[in-house]
């Protein structure tokens, strides 16, 4: 079966991004990554995508005036590339409900807590300051409320004495990059449905 073309949506570092592209190289991943886009010219990502040979192309999101105008352009980039699946990998820009309902059923994200504990932001800060004892990852699928998709993998670590936001922080990113390509997977070989806002393993 033809491997589904994947665009990662970055803003920053990269490292989910990495992890996707390195799973990807795998000779039956159902997936390939394509292209990397960033909304921001300075996304220390782009560059590690270009070293592993993924072109990249940037849409800065100061340069347009609202946001139907910048998510049209995203709209425009993808669908040059060609795009079946889309990964937000770090990606900070609320998507609009128009662009999120283009993509229902072929878009992930990844979010460093377990939802619906803890959307937005600042999660380790804010796991650390309730006293949880255990912390984790999310893969979920996008819909137009923030965080609040279709969940597909989700990983517990703990939270142990001592942590910082550092050390929990690298904690769960390792956790991220192990279940990011690990439900790219599944979403890419067509074996996970969305119904009913409920992730369907077929
Ligand atoms: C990750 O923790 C991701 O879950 C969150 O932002 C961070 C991005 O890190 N959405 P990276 O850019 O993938 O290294």
């Known amino acids: 079966m033809a491997r589904k073309r994947v665009g990662i949506l970055i803003s920053g570092r990269g490292s989910n991004m990495e992890s996707l592209i390195d799973a990807a190289q795998a000779k039956d991943f159902p997936a390939e990554i394509v292209r990397v886009v960033s909304n921001r010219p300075d996304a220390k990502g782009l560059e590690a995508a270009q ?27 993808l669908k040059s590339a060609k795009i079946e699946i889309l990964c937000l990998a770090g990606f900070m820009r609320v998507l609009t409900n128009g662009f999120v309902e283009n993509w229902q059923g072929r878009i992930l994200n990844i979010h460093p807590s377990l939802l619906p504990a803890y959307k937005g932001v600042d999660t380790h800060k804010r796991a650390l300051a309730a006293g949880e004892k255990t912390h984790g990852a999310t893969v979920h699928f996008v819909v137009p409320e923030l965080d609040s998709g279709p969940i597909v993998i989700q990983e517990k670590v703990p939270v142990k004495e ?9 904690r769960v990113l390792a956790v991220e990059h192990r279940i990011y ?22």
């Open 51 to 77: 070293r592993k040979g993924i072109a990249t192309a940037v849409v800065d999101h100061t340069k347009f005036s609202t946001r139907e105008a910048f998510d049209a352009a995203l709209q425009e980039t």
């Open 181 to 202: 390509p690990a439900a790219l997977k599944l979403l890419a070989a067509g074996k996970i449905s969305v119904k009913d806002n409920k992730v369907l393993f077929v």
């Open 162 to 170: 001592g942590d910082d936001e550092k050390t929990l922080a690298a």
